[in-house]
């Protein structure tokens, strides 16, 4: 069966500093990968999506960045936090474009 | 751009009642795919059901049950005999599949279902 592994599960990081969340995928090859952004408990923002290794899409221009050294693994970071940078991030694997999206347990981050 | 529109902020049911929760959408495909989310406090992202456009009949999984109505462009989800734990944050969800269109999410509906 497929999982899907994020951390940390929470994480403090002070204005300024790097950041760096990642996401791996087993049981499957060749996902689709996913970071959604959700803030104060409402809707989910999508951040970058990735069809394959190296293919980065982003949906919002900002401070993050996403890459795919490898098959299953997805990667979130950011040079510099912002403090509007705070908010619960989720990774999510799909098999195809058309089929329903599986989520990490995510991660909430607080840019104090 | 397809867009999800989740119409009701709260909502609240009585333990063992049914509830139903709205979702609209906005697209000019034919073909596509929609899905209803389910959060828990934990909030972790729950697959709770899944409605293929070109089936005309509405999916059901034990107490969860969609009104897809395509025309109107509607799919409300229905949640029968509530429990306590059907509390949670319930997101309308939708996907072409065609080009490279993520998921859609709408905005939330918070249920809480009451003892």
């Known amino acids: 069966s497929q999982t899907i592994h994020q951390w940390p599960a929470t994480l403090v990081q002070p204005v300024g500093s790097p950041l760096s969340l990642e996401c791996t995928v087993e049981?499957?090859?060749?996902?689709?990968l996913y970071w959604y952004r959700q803030a104060a408990g409402r809707g989910l923002q999508l951040l970058f999506y990735s069809v394959g290794i190296g293919q980065i899409s982003s949906e919002v221009p900002q401070n993050l960045s996403a890459s795919r050294p490898q098959d299953r693994q997805f990667i979130l970071s950011s040079k510099k936090l912002l403090l509007s940078d705070s908010g619960f991030y989720l990774c999510?694997?799909?098999?195809?474009?058309?089929?329903?999206?599986?989520f990490g347990n995510g991660t909430r981050l607080t840019v104090t | 751009a397809q867009t999800v529109t989740q119409s009701q902020p709260e909502m609240s049911v009585q333990e063992a009642e049914t509830v139903t929760l709205s979702c609209t959408y906005d697209?000019?495909?034919?073909?596509?795919?929609l899905f209803w989310y389910k959060q828990p406090p934990s909030r972790q992202m729950i697959l709770v059901i899944r409605?293929?456009?070109?089936?005309?009949q509405n999916a059901t999984e034990n107490r969860f049950s969609v009104n897809f109505q395509k025309a109107a462009k509607s799919f409300s989800l229905k949640i029968s005999d509530s429990q306590l734990g059907d509390t949670a944050m319930y997101f309308c969800?939708?996907?072409?599949?065609?080009?490279?269109?993520?998921?859609?999410f709408g905005k939330g509906t918070r249920l809480s279902v009451i003892a």
């Open positions: 999510a694997w799909g098999r195809r474009q058309d089929s329903p999206l599986h």
């Open positions: 697209t000019s495909e034919n073909n596509y795919y």
């Open positions: 969800a939708f996907m072409s599949p065609s080009g490279n269109t993520p998921l859609v």
């Open positions: 409605q293929e456009a070109y089936k005309q």
């Open positions: 049981g499957t090859s060749n996902p689709n």
